[in-house]
């Protein structure tokens, strides 16, 4: 399992779900617990952890990568063109258009859960 930091770990289930199309792997809600995974992904696969920013330590990581404009985490898609066409028309809000490097195709967007992230494709 991995995790990323979030403001509102309910918040950011609803968005990540939701939105993103991610499944839900385990919610317990009294706990603050979400941990979602990629979609159609067999059991084995590796859950994301919507972790509590209430750590001051994880809180100044999650807002230090925000406030520099830096990805917290990389997901990697298909079609990057696609998904971003299917993001900003679920009202997503992206740094700019897709664009081509060396290392593929990138498009970098904000979750509203306090994280910027990076879409990519080889």
Not at 44 to 62: Q, R, T
Not at 63 to 88: M, Q, W
């Amino acid at each position: 399992m991995c995790s990323i930091h979030v403001q509102d770990p309910a918040a950011a289930h609803a968005f990540y779900t939701g939105t993103l199309g991610f499944e839900t792997l385990l919610v317990v809600p009294e706990y603050n617990l979400f941990i979602i995974k990629d979609p159609g992904a067999d059991t084995g696969s590796v859950g994301l952890l919507l972790e509590p920013s209430d750590n001051p330590i994880g809180a100044a990581y999650m807002n230090g990568l925000h406030d520099a404009g830096i990805p917290a985490i990389v997901f990697g898609v298909p079609d990057v063109e696609a998904e971003y066409r299917r993001l900003v028309g679920a009202g997503v809000i992206f740094q700019g258009e897709p664009s081509n490097g060396p290392s593929g195709t990138t498009a970098v967007f904000d979750d509203g859960c306090g994280n910027f992230v990076q879409l990519h494709q080889d």
